[in-house]
Every structure is written in C-alpha cells, then in structure tokens.
C-alpha cells in the first residue's frame, strides 16, 4: 500500500524560480520525514529531514514545510539551478521503527 | 566526506544460483540497512540490522534472503536461489542511531540481474 504518496512524477521549472515538490502520507504514526535527492546510476542523497514537533526547516536554498493535520509536506527550493534537476524522493519513518516509506519520486527539471 | 560503498555496481547471475551483494558502511554507524528498487517502482525496505542481529525486516525479506556482518566493516546481503523477480537496484543504507531523528545514508547501489 502507497503509505507515502508523491503524485506529480515530474514538474519543470525555469532557472532562479521556486520549485516545489509535494509529498502526501497516510500513516499517522509517522513522525519523522526526509527527502533525497537522486541522479541516475546514483544513490539516494539525503538532502534535508524534519520531525513531527517542527512545522518547518530550513537549509540553505532548501525548506521542508509539515502540515501534520493535512498529511502533507512540501520541499521549496529557491532559487532553482540547473543541477537541480534530478529525481525527488519523499521518505517517512515512525517512531517505533526504522524502515523509510518511500515515495515515487518528483522527476524536476530545471531549465536554463 | 564518508560514505557507503557497494559492490559490485552490477551483477548478473543466473536464476537459481546464489548472490553476494557487499556493502561498507559508514565507519561509526551502528545500524545498517537494505533497499531496493525493482524498475519503474519505489525503493522499498527489506531489513534493518543492528548489534550483529535483525531488527525489522519486510514481508519481502523472506527466507531466501540473509544478511551478515562477517567482519567489522562489512554487510553483506545474501540472496539464495535467485529467481527472475529479484532482478532490481539493491541500496545498503547506514545511519549512527535508529530511523527516528537520523538520516540514513545510501551508496550508490547493485543492479542486479538475473538471467
């Protein structure tokens, strides 16, 4: 079952605008959220993380925003740069575990 | 910066035969994990491993997979009598304490095939 849910496989945005990718998840006891950024024939890279009791994080040109009562978070990243561009995945995990529920990623493209 | 190593960046090997995939984990992580990717589908957890036992693993981790730490650097994930449907990407993960509050970090990956 799609516990952790990212329904945009792809989203273009031009170079210096905003890009945001959206995550949706299912599971209430999830309480710690991360996304990772991955080139082909790479692995995941972790790119930035946030835990329940927080409603955002920020880390350079990238915020994480939670909305636990919608399920939703949001990855922003400002401005958007060409090595950008790459596959997104959302990840989930629940205090009571260590499995990370992945998404199907966000392919972005940034584009000069 | 440190990072996870797997090896062999690809493997192919025939169904029914047995496959070692090897992983190194970052050097002061104390659990380690297994991912994988079959093609066009998410990555998905097979199993965690701490204190040189398993502790959790998914419904797909059933008995003709095993997983080992033979040395103080290595884990290794075993895969006997492989069957057409293991082909995929395999991740090995690591991170200093458990999932909660703590990244995981991935190597690079084994594609594995199987003929």
């Known amino acids: 079952d799609q516990q952790v849910k990212q329904n945009s496989p792809s989203l273009s945005v031009q170079e210096g605008r905003i890009s945001i990718l959206n995550c949706d998840y299912t599971?209430?006891?999830?309480?710690?959220f991360l996304w990772y950024k991955k080139y082909p024939a790479e692995g995941p890279t972790f790119l930035i993380s946030?835990?329940?009791?927080?409603d955002k994080n920020e880390d350079g040109r990238f915020t994480v925003f939670l909305n636990k009562s919608a399920k939703h978070l949001s990855l922003h990243i400002v401005p958007s740069q060409p090595g950008d561009s790459a596959v997104y995945f959302c990840?989930?995990?629940?205090?009571?575990?260590?499995?990370?529920?992945f998404g199907k990623g966000t392919s972005l493209l940034v584009t000069p | 910066e440190p990072e996870v190593t797997q090896t062999p960046s690809h493997q192919v090997t025939q169904m029914g035969q047995e496959v070692i995939l090897r992983c190194v984990p970052i050097?002061?992580?104390?659990?380690f994990y297994w991912y994988r990717q079959i093609l066009g589908q998410k990555v998905e957890f097979l199993v965690s491993?701490?204190?040189?036992?398993?502790?959790?693993k998914s419904e797909i981790f059933d008995d003709q997979f095993s997983v080992e730490r033979p040395d103080g650097s290595n884990f290794t994930l075993k895969i006997r009598s492989t069957k057409l449907e293991d082909s995929a990407m395999y991740f090995c993960?690591?991170?200093?304490?458990?999932?909660?509050?703590?990244?995981?970090?991935f190597g690079d990956g084994t594609r594995l095939s199987i003929l």
């Open positions: 491993f701490y204190n040189n036992e398993i502790s959790e």
């Open positions: 946030i835990s329940s009791i927080k």
């Open positions: 993960a690591s991170s200093p304490i458990g999932s909660s509050n703590q990244p995981q970090h």
């Open positions: 990840a989930a995990s629940a205090i009571s575990g260590y499995e990370l529920n």
């Open positions: 599971n209430s006891m999830f309480d710690y």
């Open positions: 050097s002061n992580h104390l659990y």
